[in-house]
């Protein structure tokens, strides 16, 4: 399902704001074995001459035969309970979908009663960022994902698209970034996010995760 206007104007500016210029972002990378790696700035400058680059042709080649992704992220729920980036807007935002308002919307919607927590992740897809085709399944915990869109004036050949696959590999659906809309689709469910292309003018911007039936951090 998708739900338009989920902010009040204010709100969606505020946060888009925020997502545009004062979100530090780390550089997501799939690795080899699975693990995601995440790059803070500082790691950026700390690398050796060529092993970024390495990380990221690594990543987009392995894309050719499985899993993989390259894209900007900034992990809500770690620097929460971490206590990083204190007073940060999107501290807020982390309370707000963990809050029993929200978490009662997210029930009522999705039909899982079992909600307990809502886990995010601020993302921005560059020109040549990408998620390979996958279901987000797990150990059970992760009951229906979500993404809330801020993404202005996208043009469908920017690429960038939400999209739902068949198993027989035909794109079932697939849903263009838009600004201040929230999707929502059970798991598992195929999906994947299409290649933003190189001359795409304005940031594919976005709050993504799952909502989740395992025991708040505390």
Not at 37 to 43: A, C, T, Y
Request: contains cysteine.
């Amino acid at each position: 399902m998708q739900a338009d206007n989920l902010f009040v104007p204010d709100v969606a500016e505020q946060l888009y704001e925020v997502l545009e210029k004062y979100t530090p972002w780390h550089l997501a990378v799939h690795q080899d074995g699975g693990k995601p790696r995440l790059l803070s700035q500082n790691d950026w400058r700390t690398l050796a001459p060529g092993d970024l680059e390495a990380l990221m042709r690594d990543a987009t080649a392995r894309a050719g035969a499985g899993f993989s992704y390259v894209y900007m992220c900034y992990p809500m729920i770690d620097a929460y309970v971490q206590g990083r980036d204190a007073g940060h807007p999107l501290h807020s935002l982390t309370e707000f979908l963990n809050s029993e308002a929200m978490l009662s919307f997210a029930r009522d919607v999705s039909g899982h009663e079992d909600v307990v927590k809502i886990d995010a992740q601020a993302t921005f897809y560059r020109p040549g960022d990408f998620l390979t085709l996958h279901d987000d399944r797990d150990k059970g915990q992760r009951l229906a994902a979500y993404t809330l869109g801020f993404s202005r004036n996208w043009r469908p050949d920017w690429g960038g698209q939400l999209m739902f696959h068949t198993l027989s590999n035909d794109i079932e659906r697939g849903f263009i970034p838009r600004f201040n809309t929230m999707t929502l689709f059970r798991v598992p469910t195929l999906h994947s996010v299409a290649p933003v292309a190189p001359y795409a003018r304005n940031p594919r911007l976005s709050v993504t995760g799952w909502l989740r039936n395992d025991p708040p951090v505390k």
